[in-house]
Structure formats: structure tokens, C-alpha cells
């Protein structure tokens, strides 16, 4: 089981930035992939990044690709997301997952074994 602690978020005006970070604990021997998911009220939990753990490569959703940066920091299990230009849209809580193991996409969140509690992000106009 890895435990997943999620931080940063907050309240920011259209246009601004924040950083999410994720730590990770527990058994994180195997770990393949940790990602960022948001979930809006009366919506799905939703793709936002994803990197893979050995290689670093990565992957975004499309509304957030060119404003969001993931990246990691490997001694300590920490996955961090860069948001600048945040946009109303943005508005949601957002959520840390991880991986063990291979899996073949990042975005589908079924294949996230272990999920932060979230943390909220709020845009306003």
C-alpha cells in the first residue's frame, strides 16, 4: 500500500499560479506511475498529468497542456504540479494517484491503486 498526502492548494485569481505537491509513502519500491486527476462538482474524476517514475516521461490532458508542468523528486517520493494561467475551468479538487507495477496509459484512473484525500483549487474570475 502507498500512502498518498496531497498540498497546496488554495484560492487564486483567473491568471495565477499554484503548485500541488504529492508525498509518497509506505511501499513505494514498485512504483511505476503517480499521477493528477481532478474531479469538479457533479463531474467525473478527470485525467490532468502524469509521470513515470523510472524514465520521467510524461503525459497531459489537453485543456491543461502548455500551462501545467508535472515533475518529481526522486529521493524523497514527492510528484509536484506547476499550474500557471489557472482559468475558472480549473476549479476542482485534485487529486495525487499511484501505480505499482507496469501499466500502459496514465490517464485512466482505474489503474491508479492508491489515491491522496485531495486538496481544492479554487479560481476565481
Known amino acids: 500500500q502507498v500512502q498518498l498526502v496531497e498540498s497546496g492548494g488554495g484560492l487564486v485569481q483567473a491568471g495565477g499560479s499554484l503548485r500541488l505537491s504529492c508525498v509518497a509513502s509506505?511501499?513505494?519500491?514498485?512504483?511505476?506511475?503517480m499521477g493528477w486527476f481532478r474531479q469538479a462538482p457533479g463531474k467525473e474524476r478527470e485525467f490532468v498529468a502524469g509521470?513515470?517514475?523510472?524514465?520521467?516521461?510524461?503525459d497531459y490532458a489537453e485543456p491543461v497542456k502548455g500551462r501545467f508542468t508535472i515533475s518529481r523528486e526522486n529521493d524523497k517520493i514527492i510528484v509536484y504540479l506547476q499550474m500557471n494561467s489557472l482559468k475558472v475551468e480549473d476549479t476542482a479538487v485534485y487529486y495525487c494517484?499511484?501505480?505499482?507495477?507496469?501499466?500502459?496509459?496514465?490517464?485512466?484512473?482505474?489503474?491508479?491503486?492508491?489515491w491522496g484525500q485531495g486538496t481544492q483549487v479554487t479560481v476565481s474570475p
Open positions: 509506505g511501499r513505494t519500491f514498485s512504483l511505476n506511475t
Open positions: 494517484g499511484a501505480v505499482r507495477g507496469t501499466v500502459a496509459t496514465m490517464s485512466v484512473a482505474t489503474l491508479y491503486g492508491s
Open positions: 509521470i513515470r517514475w523510472s524514465s520521467g516521461s510524461v
